[in-house]
């Protein structure tokens, strides 16, 4: 019986071959990953725009919110975000940068929800909030950088 099988752990073409796809696997991942984001940040502006023009239009209360985050959630059991909190961030996010609606949201879109969430409730003005979030577009900083570059009063320091 003859041994068909070869030892590729010393094989420069294949451990070059096998880091190429390796990068193009990550590459994929990432890709996908932007844009799992973008679609997520796009149905969460979608939520507040429709959340502020009924809450305006029907004179509802915020209570509104504790009712759609139960009616949400009990039909969407599989996804993730419907939380009475989460609905109120998606609301108070949405009126934040309301006014800057193109600009803004094609920033968003760019960055984690968790990024959104940390600058809307640390920053008040949304001139600031933009630089921050194209700083961490451009610098691709995780939640815990820009939370520091906010603490360090970075915007101020550079403007």
């Not at 429709?50 to 004179?59: A, D, F, R, V």
């Not at 760019?110 to 194209?134: C, D, F, R, S």
Request: hydrophobic residues 40%; glycine residues 4%.
């Amino acid at each position: 019986m003859t041994n068909n099988h070869i030892s590729f752990h010393n094989n420069k073409e294949y451990l070059d071959f096998v880091r190429i796809l390796k990068g193009k696997i990550r590459n994929a991942q990432l890709k996908a990953a932007l844009s799992v984001n973008t679609q997520l940040i796009e149905l969460y502006w979608m939520l507040g725009s429709h959340l502020t023009s009924q809450m305006e239009s029907c004179k509802w209360g915020a209570k509104v919110i504790d009712q759609l985050s139960i009616d949400l959630s009990t039909e969407f059991k599989e996804l993730r975000g419907f939380s009475r909190s989460n609905l109120y961030s998606i609301y108070k996010w949405y009126n934040f940068y309301k006014e800057e609606n193109e600009i803004v949201q094609q920033l968003v879109g760019q960055i984690p929800w968790g990024h959104n969430i940390l600058i809307t409730t640390k920053i008040k003005e949304v001139k600031k909030a933009i630089w921050y979030i194209q700083r961490t577009i451009g610098n691709s900083w995780s939640r815990s950088i820009l939370l520091h570059q906010i603490d360090l009063k970075l915007y101020e320091r550079q403007e």
